[in-house]
């Protein structure tokens, strides 16, 4: 219904159906909201449009990752490193882990770190965690920030005695090369 000109309500659509057995039995109150949600749902074209109504919020931990990393081929030839805060403490008072995990066979190390673990302490971690039992692995996969990721391996290589050599990648390079 709608007012006309004169401020009368004016029926703009006619549409009945036959209650069912069920139905019949709701109080008149159950019966004025079962005929709005009829009502609703033959006019929700009309009331939101043509085109479905959709709202996404992206979400960056449901993003899938650009190029699926290559699946290594021996146990310890790529890491997965990562870290999980907001753990009980423990009697250091450390609430954190950071886990190593080889992504051939899955085998896992973790080791308890405080809230602000730092990139020095992470590389120490390696060191001893995987470095010292297996060897230095081909990758590590990791989700820091570069200069996490550039102070980490600086440190794991002063820690083996190694002098660690960054270049640029190959875009950087081109366009360092173009201007």
Known sequence: ?????????????YQS???KPAERNYPVHDKELLAMKYALA????????????VCVKPAPHLRAPLQPLPTPSECWESVSMDFVFGLPRDSRRKTGIV???????????????????????????????????????????????PRFTARFWQEVFTQV???????????RRQLIQSY
């Open 99 to 145: 886990v190593f995990v080889d992504r051939f066979s899955t085998m896992v190390h973790l080791a308890a770190v405080a809230a602000e673990v730092t990139s020095v302490q992470t590389a120490r971690l390696f060191v001893d965690m995987v470095f010292k039992h297996h060897g230095m692995p081909n990758d590590v996969v990791a989700d820091r920030d």
């Open 161 to 171: 005695g190694e002098d660690l050599r960054l270049r640029p990648n190959n875009r």
């Open 42 to 53: 033959k006019f929700r074209v009309y009331l939101l449009g043509n085109t479905p109504f």
């Open 17 to 19: 159906r036959q209650l």
């Open 1 to 13: 219904m709608q007012l006309d000109h004169e401020g009368r309500d004016q029926v703009i659509y």
